[in-house]
């Protein structure tokens, strides 16, 4: 049988998703509890590898298991071995073609953006910071040529492991709700840090470091050097991971953030 199970959880407090024989990592923490509830080892499958700092708000993993368990009794006895800093929100028995991975054909991340003279700590690794204003309306001038199938070279990390930097960005949303500025991004796939090198962009363009024609530069350069400092990893979230809709995979639970209406008006 196979089951899929979507997660939450508080990056912060790992380093990353995937496993590590030294360091402390969601994946880590995940196949624990569920050996621990399952009496067996379950080793997991997951949509996406987030890094450092990065949360989780719709991750979904899959795992093959003879167990028989309801639906609920994996959401529960997996959470009482789990940390506080992650949980299990739902759980589903899936058909055999289902692949937590390979049957996703799109992801979408969240940025929060505090904007602000003087930082929050009630808001230390949940948002990102700037102290200076930004002008958002440059920020939202350089997206057009970021949308559509693009070679993504000058967003991608040096030690990114994906097969092509071609990538098809469905979606680049930015709004603003008090101090607060959020951004989604959408596509069929992410290269590693290929959403924290655009943010970084696109608060150089908002400081007026550049202008907004430089997006359209270093997109075409393809060349990591001519992109600005990847940007901090506190405000991004791994929102949703798209899959078809036979699957029937449930969407995430996000009504508690605060900025859920936003995420709502932005789909």
């Avoid at 097969?163 to 949303?173: C, G, N």
């Avoid at 008090?178 to 400081?207: T, Y």
């Amino acid at each position: 049988m196979r089951i899929a199970l979507g997660i939450q959880y508080d990056g912060s407090a790992f380093c990353g998703w995937q496993s590590q024989p030294h360091g402390k990592t969601v994946q880590n923490e995940l196949e624990r509890a569920l050996a621990e509830f399952a009496q067996t080892p379950l080793p997991t499958v997951v949509a996406g590898r987030t890094d450092t700092g990065v949360h989780g708000l719709g991750q979904v993993v899959h795992f093959d298991t003879e167990l028989d368990r309801t639906e609920f009794s994996w959401v529960r006895g997996t959470n009482a071995f789990l940390p506080d800093t992650v949980a299990v929100q739902w759980a589903k028995p899936m058909p055999d073609d289902f692949h937590a991975r390979f049957a996703a054909f799109e992801r979408t991340y969240f940025y929060v953006l505090y904007v602000n003279p003087v930082r929050s700590p009630m808001l230390a690794k949940r948002a990102g910071w700037v102290h200076t204003p930004l002008d958002v309306d440059a920020m939202r001038d350089s997206i057009a040529c970021l949308l559509g199938e693009h070679d993504f070279s000058s967003f991608r990390a040096a030690d990114c492991q994906s097969k092509t930097p071609v990538k098809h960005l469905y979606q680049i949303d930015v709004r603003e709700q008090g101090d607060f500025i959020h951004f989604r991004f959408r596509a069929n796939a992410f290269l590693h840090h290929m959403v924290r090198n655009l943010m970084g962009c696109l608060v150089a363009i908002g400081r007026g470091r550049h202008p907004a024609s430089w997006m359209a530069d270093v997109l075409a350069a393809r060349d990591r050097r001519v992109a600005a400092p990847t940007f901090m990893p506190d405000g991004l979230y791994l929102a949703e991971v798209g899959y078809p809709e036979h699957f029937a995979v449930p969407p995430p639970h996000i009504a508690s953030m605060p900025w859920s209406a936003i995420w709502a008006e932005s789909k």
